[in-house]
């Protein structure tokens, strides 16, 4: 097994250049997996389990890192809950994917573009309307739905045995994406060889787009730490590791995905010019301090900061016998609810859409339960705490339109109320 490969369990070397140089940045405690919510009989059996959830620096390639693997079968389990379609705003910009790449690079006619964890298919929609052949690749049930749609959808974890099965019966693919996935694969060298397999050597583009390290430092964006994003990117370490299987990248933009996202683009061919906004991208990294200590240790006084004045604003709502709810039960909730220690003694349920499949379901750790938004308009709260804070506007202007005349509460990356 070579080592971009991870074992389960602790790590103790870098998982791009395998350097023991780690330096800690923060540690968070245990907590549940973010898309495994518990069934009342789990609740009332115990049957929770917790991972240690610690976030490593690497002082040689720079990347951020956890320390621990949670196996993918447990993380991407079949019955996995999220759905990238359910939210407009983001269906928008899985859609934008397509559209840039169709307006700054040149395709044959009829090409094929796979997606890798592929979801619902929401992402290859966009390719399809451009006229592209697609094919997604999605381990869980979900690609069930994405089938349904008529976006055709293997089954399957994506490693290079997948990679061949695909080679047998397609052409060569001109595109493929990864987003928000990348950062969450533990058998980086299987993937990897497996996109090499795949992909076309002289037209072909490997697309990934991962949150991005700059934005989750700069805006103490610390509820998107858990166990799926194993690693958390700049452009030094994705030099690194896309050069270490042949890879070149030729740009890199950043997206506005899930709070802050980047968009890279490598190739086989080493022959295609990289663009400027590679080393733009680079020099504003390095100027704001992200290849050194320093920047580290202040984003982890920061975090405990950010809970302790969260902690106090809530504690200080309850007390007035004031009623807060939950909105909106993305993964990155369950990292916040459980370092902040908000349990059901606080929130009174979360309250999720209707096509929700997380609905009378509890979150690990907290133990609060999801459930349908029309009971939050029967008897709304005073107070609506967005955990869904990166699609704060969205959201505020649709619980407005609907009749909520509460307050709203941002809580990262301090909490922030909003009448």
Known sequence: MRTQDKAIGKLNSCQICSSKKLQKIIKMGSTGLCDSLLTKK?????????FPLNMYRCTKCQLLQLN???DNKKLFHLNYPYKSGITKPLKKLLYDTSKYLNKNFKFSKNALAIDL???????????????????????????KIANKKGIKTLQKFFNMQTSQLIKKKYKKPEVITGTNIFAHVNKLDSFMNGVKNLIDPKKGLFVTESHYALDIVDELQY?????????FFLIKPLEVLMTLYGFKIIDAVRISNYGGSIRIISTLNQKL??????????????KKGFYTKGKYKKFAKDIFKSRKQITSLLKKIKKQ?????????????ITLLAFCKIGNETLDYIAEQSTSLKLNLYTPNTHIKVIDEKHFFENPPEYALILSWHYKKNIMNNLRKKGFKGKFIIPLPYPKIIN
């Open 42 to 50: 789990q609740l009332l059996k115990g049957a929770e389990k917790s």
């Open 68 to 70: 621990y693997v949670v």
């Open 117 to 143: 964890g592929s979801n619902d298919g929401t992402l290859l929609e966009g390719f399809k309307k451009r006229k592209f052949k697609v094919l997604g690749v999605e381990p869980t049930n979900i690609a």
């Open 223 to 231: 509820d998107s730490i858990y166990h799926e994003h194993l690693r």
């Open 273 to 286: 010019k990289q663009r400027s906004s590679v080393k733009k991208l680079y020099n504003l990294e390095k």
């Open 321 to 333: 016998n004031k009623k807060i709810v939950g909105i909106g039960c993305p993964g990155r909730s």
